[in-house]
């Protein structure tokens, strides 16, 4: 080739690399930007049950995948309290293709640990996952699943019930005997309540439509309300117990105060839910293995109180307590 062709051949080599940078500069000839190829992830998401805290704890999720500017698309189910449900979700969740899997309370989160073994799954609104058997231990999950749990200060909790019921000698506690959390709440309940001179009775149940009777049931001075998915689905059936009989009622989370509880130390799941969505994107763009991740909780306790819900139950609260609550429901 001699040297003039070169030239030429150089000349026409450079016009088609300016020509091609020109047209991946800002769009290209269709009209597309470089923002079209984004990835979009798929994630299934399977609950228990519909209430406000599980509900707020998936908002608080999206919220945090939004936040971090993913592309998500979601593939929502609903057990409405039923176990073998729970496992049916799971195992069609197994085969579908998602890149990661929400499991919202403890019976979804075992359905889905049994089902989805090559899947990373995150896990919010579960109280004990060593004890429910999910993970090897809270620091070292172990395989394919982590997230947070909704541990709540139990102790602190009962504390809060002595202060607003100073009278009181016996809490009744309603709880399902089928939740795993339920029962570590309760045991914690009575260690705290030994400690404060109280005495639990307590009532179990399989599903919701027992609770009212097993809240009747109880001849106790007070109540106290776990962080019990089948409880807080007719928490309102407790509360007329509660209210008929004028005996104070404290729960564990801060929806269940706006609903009608006097007042807690409790979880904001909403902010749980969040917590926990920033955990998804640690796993979808950088890549984090599940199992190197430590289950995380919470770090602070809100007090939230409900003055009117404690007159309804023949409580005043006294305006220290009202003074020193970071929310009062009015």
């Known amino acids: 080739m001699t040297r003039t062709s070169l030239r030429l051949a150089g000349a026409l080599a450079a016009t088609a690399l300016l020509l091609a940078a020109c047209g991946n500069d800002g769009g290209s000839s269709d009209g597309s930007t470089p923002g079209d190829d984004a990835q979009t992830y798929s994630i299934g998401v399977t609950q228990i049950a519909a209430h406000p805290s599980l509900d707020a704890s998936l908002v608080g999720f999206k919220a945090a995948l939004e936040d971090a500017g ?9 057990a409405q309290g039923d176990q073998s449900t729970a496992i049916s979700i799971a195992s069609g969740f197994a085969s579908a293709g998602h890149d990661l899997v929400l ?9 889905a640990a049994q089902a989805i073994t090559d899947v990373p799954i995150l896990i919010t609104a579960v109280t004990e996952p060593e004890a429910a058997g999910l993970v090897d ?4 999950p172990g395989a394919n699943l982590t997230g947070t749990s909704d541990l709540n200060p139990v102790a602190e909790q009962l504390g809060l019930l002595a202060e607003i019921a100073p009278d009181a000698q016996t809490v009744g506690i309603v709880y399902s005997s089928g939740e795993v959390n339920s029962e570590v709440q309760v045991e914690l309940a009575q260690e705290a309540a030994a400690e404060l001179g109280l005495e639990v009775k307590t009532a179990a149940i399989t599903n919701s439509g027992e609770v009212q009777q097993a809240a009747d049931s109880l001849d106790v001075d007070a109540f106290y309300v776990p962080t019990d998915n089948t409880v807080i689905q007719s928490f309102e059936a407790l509360l007329q117990v509660a209210e008929s009989k004028s005996i104070p009622l404290v729960s564990a989370d801060g929806d269940t105060v706006e609903r009608g509880a006097i007042a807690t130390y409790g979880i904001d799941y909403e902010q ?5 969505g920033e955990m998804a994107v640690r796993i979808l763009t950088e890549g984090a293995d599940p199992a190197e991740m430590p289950i995380e909780t919470l770090t602070e306790w809100p007090l939230v109180v409900n003055p009117a819900a404690a007159e309804r139950m023949g409580v005043t609260l006294s305006d220290e307590l009202v003074g020193r609550a ?3 429901i009015e």
Not at 70 to 78: A, F, H, P, R, T
């Open 70 to 78: 993913l592309d998500v698309e979601y593939d929502e189910e609903n």
């Open 103 to 111: 499991a919202i309370a403890t019976p979804t989160a075992q359905a």
């Open 137 to 140: 231990s809270w620091e070292a």
């Open 272 to 276: 749980l839910g969040y917590q926990t």
């Open 326 to 328: 970071d929310t009062v």
